[in-house]
Structures are given as C-alpha cells and as structure tokens.
C-alpha cells in the first residue's frame, strides 16, 4: 500500500514566510486569495478581469500596508 498525501505541516510559523513566496503559491494555483491572508497572513489582490478564465501573472499584487496590518496581529 502506497499513500500520496499533498501538503504537510511545514516549518515555523506560517505568517513568517516570504509574502513574494506565498504570491507565487497563488498565482501558481495552489492556494486561493483567501488562504493567503487566512493562513498566511498576506493580503494579495487581483488587478484584472476577476471573470477570466486565465489570469496573467503580473496582474496579481501583494497589498504591502494590509499585509502588515494582518501580521502585526
């Protein structure tokens, strides 16, 4: 028996890493917006079109005054 599990625990505390790092999670779709700022702690926002099927990249921004008030928490 052989058993894939995706994710793990990780290391630290989650509002510790990189905020760039947790962008690329979004914009590479393993994340959502909302677990960005539920449990990382960092506000990302959507520039473009929210009906696109594809979203370009650089349309995604991190909301650096949001993210610091979340984190200051």
Avoid: M
């Avoid at 947790?22 to 779709?29: E, K, R």
């Avoid at 990382?40 to 009906?51: Q, S």
């Amino acid at each position: 028996v052989h058993l894939n599990l995706p994710g793990g625990g990780g290391y630290s505390n989650p509002f510790h890493r990189p905020p760039q790092l947790v962008l690329n999670d979004v914009i590479n779709g393993y994340i959502s917006l909302e677990a960005a700022k539920q449990e990382y702690g960092v506000v990302i926002r959507y520039l473009g079109n929210p009906n696109l099927l594809v979203r370009p990249s650089e349309l995604y921004v991190i909301d650096e005054e949001a993210t610091a008030a979340l984190r200051k928490l």
